[in-house]
C-alpha cells in the first residue's frame, strides 16, 4: 500500500500514544500490516526513509551505455548483438552484455539526457537535404498561423486488391511460432483515385488512369489508352471534381475564398491555368497554395487520410475487385467529421515540429 511521508509519521505518532498497531490502524484507516511495518522500520532505523534493495550492480555503467547509445545510432556495428563486442572490447565491460541488457541500459541513459531512442525496422526514409529542409522550415514558418480550415488538401492515391475475401485486423493473435495467413494475389488489382479533404467533408472520388478494369478515354504518344496519369487528364480533375467539390463543400460553411493544396507531380503544373480560367467563368476566388515543400507528405493530413482509409477498407474482407472497388469508395464518403477535424487541427503541430526539427521529417 502506497502512502505519503506525512502518513508515514502519522503512524509512528499514533503508535506512540497507543501502543497497539490495530488501533492505530483502525483509527488511521490505513491496512494493519502497513501499520505494522512502518512502526518497525521506525524502530530499526528511527527513521521512515525507504531502504535500498540490494539489487544487482548494473552490468554497463553510464560511459558505457553512453558509448552504446553511440554506437546504437550510428548504425556501422550492426544491431545491438554487435554493438556489445565494441564496449568489451575497450575495457568498458567486463564481459559482453545480452542484448536486452545492453539495449535497455542505452535507452535509460538515453531518456535521461532528454534524447530518447528507439529501435525502427522496415527501410529507411529518404533523406532530405539542406536545400529541402530549408523551404519545409520556410514553409512551416510561413505558414504556422494560416487558416487550415480554409484549405482543401488534394491527393491521389492507389488502393491494391491484394488479399480477395481475407479481413485483415490491424492486429490479430496465434500460436508462438505460426504466422497470420491470408490469401494473396502476386499481382493486385489497383483502384487509382484523386480526392481532396476539407476540415468539413470529403470531395467525390474521381477515378484515374492506371485503375484495372478501366479504359481512359486519355491516349498515350502512342495513341494508346494511357495506362499513367496526364497533364490532360488532371485537367479534367481539377474541372469536374476538385474545384467544383471544394466550391460545394466551403460553400455550406458560407466560404468564397479558399485555396487548393497539391503536391510538386509535374502533372500539377496544370493547375495554375485550370484555377485561373476557373474563377474568370464562375467569378470565384479559389487560391493555391503556394510554396508547398518538396518530399513533405509528412506536412499533408490527407496522407494520414489515406492510411485511415485502407485500414477501413481491409477489415471488410471484399471478395470481389467490383465490391472492393466500390468500399472505397464508400468509406472515402462516410468519413467520420471529427477524423477530418483532428487531422486539420494537428496541422499547426505539425509545422511547429519541423521548424523545431530545422526541416528534417517530422512524426506526422
Given at each position: 500500500m502506497?502512502?505519503?511521508?506525512?502518513?508515514?509519521?502519522?503512524?509512528?505518532?499514533?503508535?506512540?500514544?497507543?501502543?497497539?498497531?490495530?488501533?492505530?490502524?483502525?483509527?488511521?484507516?490505513?491496512?494493519?500490516?502497513?501499520?505494522?511495518?512502518?512502526?518497525?522500520?521506525h524502530?530499526?532505523?528511527?527513521?521512515?526513509?525507504?531502504?535500498?534493495?540490494?539489487?544487482?550492480?548494473?552490468?554497463?555503467?553510464?560511459?558505457?551505455?553512453?558509448?552504446?547509445?553511440?554506437?546504437?545510432?550510428?548504425?556501422?556495428?550492426g544491431?545491438?548483438?554487435?554493438?556489445?563486442?565494441?564496449?568489451?572490447?575497450?575495457?568498458?565491460?567486463?564481459t559482453?552484455?545480452?542484448?536486452?541488457?545492453?539495449?535497455?541500459?542505452?535507452?535509460?541513459v538515453?531518456?535521461?539526457?532528454g534524447?530518447?531512442?528507439?529501435?525502427v525496422?522496415g527501410?529507411?526514409?529518404?533523406?532530405?537535404?539542406?536545400?529541402?529542409?530549408?523551404?519545409?522550415?520556410?514553409?512551416?514558418?510561413?505558414n504556422?498561423k494560416?487558416r487550415?480550415?480554409?484549405?482543401?488538401?488534394?491527393?491521389?492515391?492507389?488502393?491494391?486488391?491484394?488479399?480477395?475475401?481475407?479481413?485483415?485486423?490491424?492486429?490479430?493473435?496465434?500460436?508462438k511460432?505460426?504466422?497470420?495467413?491470408?490469401?494473396r494475389?502476386?499481382?493486385?488489382?489497383?483502384?487509382?483515385?484523386?480526392?481532396?479533404?476539407?476540415?468539413?467533408?470529403?470531395?467525390?472520388?474521381?477515378?484515374?488512369?492506371?485503375?484495372?478494369?478501366?479504359?481512359?478515354k486519355y491516349?498515350?504518344?502512342?495513341?494508346?489508352s494511357?495506362?499513367?496519369i496526364?497533364?490532360v487528364?488532371?485537367?479534367?480533375?481539377?474541372?469536374?471534381?476538385l474545384?467544383?467539390e471544394g466550391?460545394?463543400?466551403?460553400?455550406?460553411?458560407?466560404?468564397?475564398?479558399?485555396?487548393?493544396?497539391?503536391?510538386?507531380?509535374?502533372?500539377?503544373?496544370?493547375?495554375?491555368q485550370?484555377v485561373?480560367e476557373?474563377?474568370?467563368?464562375?467569378?470565384?476566388?479559389?487560391?493555391i497554395?503556394?510554396?508547398w515543400?518538396?518530399?513533405?507528405?509528412?506536412?499533408?493530413?490527407?496522407?494520414?487520410?489515406?492510411?485511415?482509409?485502407?485500414?477501413?477498407?481491409?477489415?471488410?474482407?471484399?471478395?470481389?475487385?467490383?465490391?472492393?472497388?466500390?468500399?472505397?469508395?464508400?468509406?472515402?464518403?462516410?468519413?467520420?467529421?471529427?477524423?477530418?477535424?483532428?487531422?486539420?487541427?494537428?496541422?499547426?503541430?505539425?509545422?511547429?515540429?519541423?521548424?523545431?526539427?530545422?526541416?528534417?521529417?517530422?512524426?506526422?
Amino acid at each position: 500500500m502506497a502512502i505519503t511521508e506525512a502518513e508515514k509519521w502519522a503512524i509512528i505518532q499514533d503508535f506512540k500514544a497507543t501502543q497497539n498497531v490495530s488501533a492505530t490502524a483502525r483509527r488511521l484507516g490505513i491496512n494493519q500490516k502497513c501499520v505494522a511495518r512502518w512502526v518497525r522500520r521506525h524502530q530499526e532505523t528511527g527513521g521512515v526513509a525507504k531502504l535500498r534493495g540490494n539489487g544487482r550492480r548494473a552490468l554497463l555503467s553510464d560511459v558505457a551505455a553512453k558509448e552504446a547509445v553511440k554506437l546504437l545510432l550510428d548504425g556501422k556495428h550492426g544491431g545491438s548483438n554487435h554493438v556489445g563486442r565494441v564496449p568489451h572490447t575497450k575495457g568498458l565491460v567486463s564481459t559482453v552484455p545480452h542484448r536486452t541488457t545492453l539495449t535497455r541500459a542505452a535507452k535509460k541513459v538515453a531518456k535521461l539526457e532528454g534524447a530518447p531512442i528507439r529501435a525502427v525496422r522496415g527501410p529507411p526514409v529518404k533523406e532530405l537535404n539542406a536545400a529541402t529542409k530549408k523551404k519545409r522550415m520556410d514553409f512551416a514558418s510561413n505558414n504556422l498561423k494560416r487558416r487550415w480550415d480554409l484549405v482543401m488538401f488534394t491527393d491521389r492515391s492507389k488502393f491494391h486488391f491484394f488479399s480477395p475475401g481475407a479481413s485483415i485486423k490491424p492486429v490479430g493473435w496465434v500460436r508462438k511460432g505460426q504466422q497470420r495467413q491470408a490469401p494473396r494475389v502476386n499481382h493486385a488489382m489497383v483502384v487509382n483515385l484523386y480526392a481532396g479533404i476539407t476540415k468539413w467533408g470529403v470531395t467525390k472520388c474521381h477515378v484515374v488512369a492506371g485503375t484495372s478494369k478501366h479504359k481512359s478515354k486519355y491516349l498515350n504518344q502512342k495513341g494508346q489508352s494511357s495506362k499513367i496519369i496526364s497533364t490532360v487528364e488532371y485537367k479534367d480533375v481539377l474541372k469536374d471534381t476538385l474545384l467544383p467539390e471544394g466550391t460545394r463543400i466551403f460553400g455550406t460553411q458560407g466560404v468564397s475564398t479558399w485555396f487548393l493544396q497539391q503536391d510538386n507531380d509535374p502533372t500539377h503544373k496544370v493547375a495554375k491555368q485550370v484555377v485561373k480560367e476557373w474563377n474568370d467563368n464562375k467569378g470565384s476566388s479559389i487560391q493555391i497554395l503556394p510554396s508547398w515543400p518538396p518530399s513533405s507528405p509528412d506536412l499533408s493530413p490527407i496522407e494520414n487520410f489515406w492510411g485511415w482509409v485502407k485500414g477501413q477498407v481491409d477489415e471488410k474482407g471484399c471478395k470481389t475487385f467490383d465490391e472492393f472497388q466500390l468500399t472505397v469508395m464508400s468509406v472515402i464518403k462516410n468519413v467520420p467529421k471529427p477524423i477530418l477535424r483532428s487531422y486539420f487541427n494537428s496541422m499547426k503541430a505539425r509545422l511547429a515540429q519541423a521548424i523545431h526539427l530545422e526541416g528534417a521529417k517530422t512524426s506526422y
